[in-house]
């Protein structure tokens, strides 16, 4: 049978230190930066609206932000979710670049194809804009 | 000819059975658009797609090439935007190109609107870039108002009151919907109460027509019109039903009346046939995911098919329309028409619906119909040997005069049966990858010499060593598989040598599944 969870992970090398890129994904509200389709969001103490480019609306519930660790959680709230928690972790590999990591998990677990695929593409944006700057 | 490039009119539906057309025995819907073109042209019997899902059967239409090369593996797996594509070749060559209708190279559910399908439903019908994968204009339908595409802009401003009227495709759980309609219940089966001229067949010829129309009388031009049905849900207008009655409706060869003897056919083919009938596997997103195929009755069966065929007439009459324009601008004698589908549907073979991963003729034999340019004075032909989808890209191009590019791994379609055997026609290649949740499944089919051979590669519930084999002369249906038949043994083995001999390239690293569908 089909689950009505789903769980999707992304990861990618990219080639800059942990802090760096640290400092886009752990600041909520530079999402729009690194994630496509995202058209604007804003930060409200733990609370973040993210608007995508086909005009939705996201409300979630930050739930992580932990430096040290360098993990950002978050979950979405939107009634179209009846679950839902996405993790990005930086991980620092020791050599002047990092593994980083995006998981989602969701119920229905079609969000979490859709979100996972998303958030890969976020991973590739992430690594272009940092790696390199300008383009 | 006279003095001008050929035209191409390329006409596909969606989810298309061969046995659904007049010119190919099918008794059910009246098809004299399509049957008077194949009888004109070229009419192939045996034409297979390299895959039996849209997305990754489209994108070898516009590609030329095989799923494992050009890399859309399933549905939800984006054609990548520098994917090479017949239509760019036309377009560089000079020729107006259009596509009209269902695209779906790219996902549907896209809520971020990252792909430009989705996006342009929004932006207009030109490209930002001026082209699309080599489309000037593009205007794009699906099975109903969903999604941005420009058909549901296109209804909720000018009949918003019809919104509402068309199956719901999902359920809460965002699953292709089991829910039943019509008279006898059966899975994506709605009463649909909208204008018949509303509906998206129409509106696909409509917005065809209305391009062609726009075109200067010396342009030479592609127009790929891609309808939508016969692809559930099968909800075509209210009004139109009364063609066919489904209480009237045979019981269709493929379908076995009498469940033990379905169960015994299906308990002879790999495993996750019967698993997905018990209600047990669901492998993909191709089918209701709560939906058990056990379940399904004989009325059922009578009513798909009579609204299915039903779609066809549809689409046969929209295409009359079209060509009726085609030969009002003078474009008539210079204009080649194709008609085909992306895939088939099993529409109650086996006792089943929809589609997945069964590489039998119910989702592999497709109509096929080129009717040449009149100018041409082509005889008109049957071909009898296979032939594939991969095959359109390069017609396309020596129908435009033009040299098929090295990328493209099909050839030219033969022009008749002697043409065939002449260039040695000889196999078709169709694949299966899905991969949802950690349930995969991976198929790799050959038809050759009158036999389908399909080898299934390690996955969730096969281990790699099943398989089956059908003597498509002697059991057209496919209800004996002869895979561990001793004595076809050394057939087997050399089916199988031709299927590794004749594996295309396979593109690394592997695309991302980015959505469900």
Not at chain 1, 79 to 91: G, I
Not at chain 1, 95 to 107: K, R
Not at chain 2, 47 to 67: D, Y
């Amino acid at each position: 049978m089909t689950a009505a969870r789903g769980s999707v992970r992304s990861e990618l090398r990219i080639g800059r230190p942990a802090d760096d890129l640290w400092a886009i994904v752990g600041d909520p509200g530079r999402l729009a930066e690194w994630f496509p389709g995202v058209a604007s969001c804003t930060v409200d103490g733990d609370e973040r609206v993210v608007t995508t480019d086909a005009g939705l609306s996201m409300p979630e519930q930050l739930l992580t932000v932990d430096r040290l660790q360098r993990r950002f959680q978050y979950r979405i709230t939107a009634p179209l979710f009846r679950e839902h928690l996405s993790t990005v972790d930086v991980h620092d590999l020791g050599d002047g670049t990092s593994l980083v990591v995006y998981s989602v998990d969701a119920e229905p677990s079609v969000m979490a194809l859709v979100l996972g695929g998303a958030a890969a593409a976020a991973l590739e944006r992430l690594r272009a804009m940092t790696e390199e700057p300008g383009r | 000819m006279t003095g001008r490039r050929r035209n191409i009119l390329f006409v596909t539906t969606d989810q298309q059975r061969y046995d659904t057309l007049g010119c190919n025995g099918g008794a059910l819907a009246r098809t004299p658009v399509v049957d008077a073109l194949a009888a004109a042209g070229v009419r192939y019997e045996r034409a297979h797609p390299q895959s039996v899902v849209c997305m990754p059967s489209r994108s070898t239409i516009l590609t030329g090439q095989h799923p494992s090369t050009h890399g859309v593996w399933m549905n939800g797996v984006a054609l990548p935007e520098d994917a090479p594509s017949v239509a760019g070749v036309l377009h560089d060559a000079g020729y107006r190109t259009a596509l009209v209708g269902k695209a779906h190279f790219e996902p549907y559910f896209d809520p971020f609107l990252r792909f430009p399908e989705n996006a342009l439903g929004q932006a207009g019908t030109t490209a930002p870039a001026g082209t699309h994968r080599g489309f000037e204009h593009l205007e794009f339908a699906t099975h109903g108002p969903a999604g941005t595409l420009h058909y549901t802009r296109w209804l909720a401003a000018a009949h918003p009151e019809a919104m509402g009227a068309y199956y719901r495709v999902l359920d809460d759980a965002l699953q292709v919907s089991a829910a039943g309609g019509g008279d006898t219940g059966a899975p994506q089966v709605g009463v649909n109460p909208i204008d018949r001229g509303w509906y998206h067949t129409d509106w696909v010829a409509d917005r065809t027509i209305a391009w062609l129309d726009g075109l200067d009388a010396g342009d030479d031009w592609f127009c790929w019109m891609s309808f939508p049905d016969p692809h559930h849900p099968w909800d075509p207008p209210q009004s139109e039903m009364h063609r066919v009655d489904w209480r009237e409706v045979p019981l269709p060869a493929g379908y076995p009346a009498d469940a033990a003897d379905r169960e015994r056919i299906l308990d002879a083919k790999p495993r996750h046939w019967r698993l997905w009938y018990d209600g047990a596997l669901v492998s993909n997103y191709e089918a209701p995911a709560r939906w058990v195929p056990a379940t399904l009755t004989a009325d059922q069966v009578r009513e798909v098919n009579a609204r299915n065929a039903v779609e066809c007439e549809l689409v046969d009459e929209a295409l009359g329309r079209v060509l009726a324009r085609i030969e009002e601008r003078g474009w008539g004698p210079d204009t080649d028409v194709v008609f085909s589908t992306d895939h088939g549907e099993l529409q109650g073979d086996f006792g089943l619906l929809f589609k997945g991963p069964y590489h039998v003729d119910a989702l592999m034999r497709l109509p096929l119909v080129w009717r040449p340019a009149p100018s041409a004075g082509a005889a008109p032909a049957v071909v009898r040997r296979p032939v594939g989808l991969v095959d359109l890209a390069p017609t396309f191009c020596t129908i435009a005069g033009i040299d098929p590019p090295g990328w493209m791994q099909g050839r030219p379609l033969p022009a008749d049966e002697d043409d065939a055997v002449a260039r040695r026609f000889e196999q078709v290649l169709t694949e299966w990858d899905s991969a949802l949740f950690g349930t995969d499944v991976h198929l790799r089919t050959i038809t050759r010499g009158g036999w389908v051979c399909t080898a299934y590669r390690p996955g969730a519930v096969h281990d790699g060593t099943e398989g089956e084999l059908y003597d498509l002369g002697e059991d057209p249906l496919q209800q004996a598989n002869l895979w561990d038949d001793p004595a076809r043994r050394g057939l087997r083995d050399d089916l199988l040598a031709a299927l590794r001999d004749a594996a295309p390239p396979t593109r690394a690293p592997r695309l991302p599944l980015e959505a469900p569908v």
